[in-house]
């Protein structure tokens, strides 16, 4: 279904390479179409859904995620700013590969996009990185 998938893109993650068993990092670059924002990954109410990024623990150890710096946005429907990312933003993983190999791996974002006057309902998409461990 057109229109709801085409809101946020993942930018293509070029390979990754490294060692089985020493942190790696990977760049998980994101597009969220003009109009539109994400909850950060700590909105500051507890109904709202966080951006949630996990990695599949049998081919890695996740060690961080980190994302960046959310903005402070005053919507309509909102009394208070709301914690969000707009725009293009990138979520930084910190991980140790388990296996030694050419690989693609896999994580879930979690997420729901909103613009000034309804969300989206709330969707996971597969995140594939393909990574190259000696």
């Not at 089985?20 to 109410?45: F, M």
């Not at 859904?49 to 005053?74: C, G, N, Y």
């Not at 050419?102 to 974002?109: A, S, Y």
Request: glycine fraction near 6%; aromatic fraction near 8%; charged fraction near 20%.
């Amino acid at each position: 279904m057109a229109g709801q998938n085409d809101v946020l893109k993942i930018a293509p993650t070029p390979t990754l390479s490294g060692k089985r068993g020493e942190a790696v990092q990977i760049k998980t670059a994101l597009q969220l179409q003009g109009g539109y924002h994400l909850n950060s990954n700590k909105p500051d109410d507890p109904y709202l859904i966080p951006l949630k990024l996990t990695w599949d623990a049998a081919a890695v150890e996740t060690i961080s995620v980190s994302f960046p710096e959310p903005k402070r946005e005053k919507y309509a429907f909102n009394e208070k700013p709301l914690s969000v990312f707009t725009g293009d933003f990138a979520i930084t993983s910190t991980v140790k590969p388990k296996t030694a190999g050419f690989t693609v791996l896999t994580g879930k974002l979690r997420y729901q996009a909103c613009n000034h006057n309804a969300c989206l309902p709330p969707k996971t998409i597969d995140v594939k990185v393909p990574a190259d461990f000696r």
